[in-house]
DNA sequence: AAATATTAGTTGCTAACATCAACTAATTGT
DNA sequence: ACAATTAGTTGATGTTAGCAACTAATATTT
C-alpha cells in the first residue's frame, strides 16, 4: 500500500532531478541558442521519429495529451522556428508537422545532452536491471491505459 | 540514445496515465469530499508519514521541490483544512505542519483507491520486477542528485 | 443535392505546478 | 550590538493540462 504509492512519489522525485540536471547540462553546454522545455523536447522528438507524416491528432494520440495541449506545444515549437505546420492538400482540417533545419539541430544537440546523462546516470546498472524497468514502465502504462 | 529519452518520454506518459486512472477512481469513489491533486496528495502523504514533526523546510528537501513550490502546496492544503501551519514556540520561524483529522481521513479514501489501482496495474509483473523497478528510479535518482 | 454528423484544429478559461529574486521576521554567530 | 544566516512569504513569470464551445472542412445520411 504504502510501498505502491511512495514508487510514484519516488518516480516523480527521479525525474524531477534528471530534469533538472538535463537543464543544468544545457545551460553549460550552450550559453545561447534556442531553449525547449522537457514537454517540447518530447513533443519535437516524437514528431522527428516518425518515419510517415503526422499530423496535431496523431501526436496527441501518440503522447496521450489532450490536444489542446499538443496545439500549445505546437505553437510554442512554430513559434521558436523548430517546427512547421503544412496544411493536407486534400484534407484542408489536417495540419502535417513538419521538423525545421533548426529544430533538427537543436534536437540533435538536446539529444547529445540526453546521451551523456543518461550514460552517466545509468552507471552501475545493468542491461538487465534497465530492460526489466522499460518492461514494469510498459507493463503499468498499459494495464492503465485499459481502465 | 534514442532508447534512453524514450524511456523519459515513456516513463512521463506512464505516469500521464496513472494519475488518469487514479483520478477517474477518485471521481467514481466519491462522487463528493474534499478534491485534492496528486501534488497536493503527495505532500499530505509525506507529513503524515513522519513520526517527528516537520517544518517547510524539511518537506522541501524531502521532496526535492523549490520552498516556495512547498508553501503553495501547504496553503491549498491549508485552505481545504488539510493541515495546519503551528509555530514553534522555540523557534519562530518554524512552522510545523499537522494534518488534520479530516485530512487523515481524505489520505485514507485516497490511499485506498491507490492500493487497489496498483495492485490491478502490477498484476502480472512479479515482485522482483518491482524492486528491480525501485532500484532503478533509486539509483538514476542518486546519481542525479550528485550532479 | 441538401441536411446532418463527424472530424481536426482553435479558442477562452481555469487550475495547477515550478522557479527566481527580493523581502521580512526571527535566530545565530561574531 | 551588529552582521550573517535561516524559515517563510510574496510577486512575477513561465509551463502544462483539461474542459467546453466553437469553426471550418469532410463524410455520411436522407
Avoid: W
Amino acid at each position: 500500500m504504502e510501498k505502491h504509492n511512495l514508487s510514484m512519489q519516488k518516480l516523480r522525485r527521479m525525474m524531477h532531478e534528471v530534469y533538472r540536471v538535463f537543464k543544468k547540462s544545457i545551460e553549460e553546454q550552450q550559453h545561447e541558442g534556442i531553449k525547449i522545455s522537457p514537454e517540447q523536447f518530447g513533443l519535437l522528438h516524437a514528431i522527428s521519429t516518425k518515419d510517415e507524416e503526422v499530423i496535431q491528432k496523431d501526436m496527441a494520440e501518440m503522447m496521450g495529451k489532450n490536444k489542446s495541449a499538443i496545439l500549445r506545444l505546437i505553437d510554442s515549437l512554430e513559434e521558436k522556428e523548430l517546427v512547421r505546420r503544412v496544411a493536407d492538400v486534400k484534407d484542408r482540417r489536417k495540419n502535417y508537422l513538419m521538423v525545421t533545419k533548426v529544430g533538427y539541430k537543436v534536437l540533435d544537440q538536446y539529444m547529445r545532452v540526453v546521451h551523456e546523462l543518461m550514460e552517466e546516470m545509468q552507471q552501475g546498472l545493468t542491461q538487465n536491471d534497465i530492460d526489466t524497468f522499460h518492461k514494469v514502465v510498459n507493463h503499468i502504462k498499459c494495464k492503465a491505459e485499459k481502465l
